[in-house]
């Protein structure tokens, strides 16, 4: 690899994670992992942990964020960090777009 990427805005490149949850790596490095998150109304994250600390940024929409079993309205400009190994998932109030950074890389979203 080398010492840097760029990366270009495009409608493409969208990985489906479940029905109405669609996400899309813009770019990682040694230690961080940045990606881009598709959210559609209604649709749920389910509950699960990873063994990634993840800081999020809620770009546009509505959601309802659960974090080690505490609700959590996010609206557009709200932010969170969820350290490894934590409980969360989300309600997807209205369509909504979201950034996150994971760390240690996550290999299965290279």
């Known amino acids: 690899m080398q010492n840097y ?3 270009k805005a ?19 490095g040694n230690n961080t992992l940045l990606c881009e998150f598709k959210l559609a109304k209604g649709k ?3 509950m699960h942990q990873h063994p990634h ?7 546009n ?3 309802i964020m659960i974090i080690d079993g505490e609700r959590h309205e996010m609206k557009p400009g709200d932010s969170w ?13 209205e369509d909504s ?5 994971f760390s240690p890389v996550r290999d299965d979203y290279k």
């Open 61 to 63: 929409g509505y959601i």
């Open 10 to 28: 495009s409608e493409t490149g969208y990985v489906k994670m479940l029905e109405g949850i669609e996400r899309k790596t813009l770019g990682y």
């Open 53 to 59: 600390e993840q800081t999020g940024y809620l770009v």
């Open 97 to 101: 777009l979201a950034v996150e950074v």
């Open 44 to 46: 749920l994250l389910p």
């Open 81 to 93: 960090t969820i350290n490894e190994n934590v409980e969360h998932g989300a309600e997807i109030m």
């Open 5 to 7: 990427q760029v990366g």
